[in-house]
């Protein structure tokens, strides 16, 4: 199975677009003198903690059922393929090291992904090996019916 497995294995969902949110407005506060601009130098001198990436979520999900049929597709195409047997049951999502993450900063909720990106899964075969792959869910782009 190890061999017969391309290294991605890729899924097209839509996007969940969110209205951005109007900007911040900043109040104007009249400028002090040297010791206010002091404190600004301080506080711009300060290092920046880098945003988190927003997930972008999908309508729908990839689950491991999905996964499953995609990877026994694959197989079926070898000669010894077709034989093997593999279910939502046989998939696991690798979930990031850090357990407290929630869904919103890693796109996966219990068995299913809902969030494009990459992510690394990991398929058992009864009496065989555990093969980890990493699936990918990109944006479906929508094609305007004629």
Do not use: C
């Amino acid at each position: 199975m190890e061999s017969a497995l391309p290294s991605h294995i890729i899924f097209y969902r839509t996007p969940i677009i969110e209205p951005e949110s109007p900007p911040e407005e900043t109040a104007t506060r009249p400028r002090r003198a040297a010791s206010s601009a002091a404190a600004e130098l301080d506080a711009a001198s300060e290092p920046l903690k880098p945003p988190k990436p927003q997930m972008a979520t999908i309508f729908g999900s990839v689950s491991t059922a999905d996964i499953a049929e995609s990877i026994k597709a694959v197989l079926a195409q070898t000669r010894h393929g077709a034989r093997v047997v593999i279910g939502p049951e046989d998939i696991t999502i690798l979930a990031e090291e850090d357990e407290q993450l929630e869904f919103q900063e890693t796109g996966i909720e219990g068995d299913r992904i809902k969030a494009l990106g990459d992510f690394k899964v990991e398929a058992r075969v009864k009496g065989g090996d555990v093969v980890v792959r990493t699936v990918s869910v990109r944006a479906q782009e929508n094609i305007p019916e004629p």
